[in-house]
């Protein structure tokens, strides 16, 4: 079946652009996470929905960053005054149910110029 | 909260032979632990893993083990094939909320023809 799938694949912006990175879930999980991950490291956590909700936002690095999942399926990262610093890929996964096993999507490698 | 450490960094070995992967955690009510393989462009795909109430688990070649007491973790690849190069993230879930996944920082194993 379908995985989880994230658009665009790559992004290049220019320094203090807004960015919008989308993930579709696979269908029927009912929890998304959003995390980030730079060169040579592990993923690091960036924030959970459950449902529509985003339940756990700590990893969130400042408010320049914001998701959203309206309708419980489909979730959009947005980041705004983009720094350089943002430069990483950005990873969605889902799982069935909260605590489950987590499934990963290709990611999107956002670059900030 | 959760700390994750993977060792080692990088490992090389030659088709057939074995290879070891082990982590450790800090947080000893940490209870679920998987382990995720990630190649070259692509997310990370879950490749095993093992709840705090069993100590080994093994799906063919590739087998986890847990000692809760030690509190650390490895991952075991048996009759190694050069398509396992990738590199391999151990992750634990913290206790609270169930809402993230700590990661190591990867290990990059190389299998020789």
């Known amino acids: 079946g379908a995985g989880v799938s994230q658009t665009p694949s790559n992004k290049v912006t220019e320094k203090g652009k807004y960015v919008e990175l989308r993930c579709d879930p696979i269908s029927g999980h009912t929890a998304l996470y959003w995390y980030r991950q730079s060169l040579g490291q592990g993923p690091e956590f960036l924030i959970y929905f459950q449902g529509t909700g985003a339940a756990d936002d700590s990893g969130l690095p400042n408010d320049r960053f914001f998701a959203v999942r309206p309708e419980g399926s489909v979730s959009t990262l947005k980041i705004q005054r983009t720094e350089r610093g943002d430069s990483a890929v950005y990873l969605c996964?889902?799982?069935?149910?909260?605590?489950?096993?987590?499934?990963f999507g290709p990611g999107t490698r956002l670059t900030v110029t | 909260g959760e700390n994750v450490e993977q060792h080692p960094s990088t490992l090389s070995v030659q088709e057939g032979d074995s290879a070891v992967i082990k982590c450790t955690y800090s947080?000893?009510?940490?209870?679920?632990f998987p382990w995720y393989k990630q190649e070259l462009g692509k997310g990370p795909q879950l490749i095993i893993d093992?709840?705090?109430?069993?100590g080994e688990k093994k799906d063919q070649r590739i087998a986890v083990t847990l000692n809760k007491t030690a509190k650390h973790f490895s991952l075991h690849i048996t009759e190694t094939q050069p398509e396992d190069s990738a590199v391999y993230f151990c992750?634990?879930?913290?206790?609270?909320?169930?809402?993230?996944?700590?990661f190591g920082a990867g290990t990059r194993l190389a299998v020789h023809p």
């Open positions: 947080d000893s009510a940490s209870n679920y």
């Open positions: 992750a634990a879930h913290p206790p609270e909320g169930y809402n993230k996944l700590i």
């Open positions: 996964a889902s799982s069935l149910v909260r605590g489950g096993e987590q499934y």
């Open positions: 093992i709840r705090s109430n069993v």
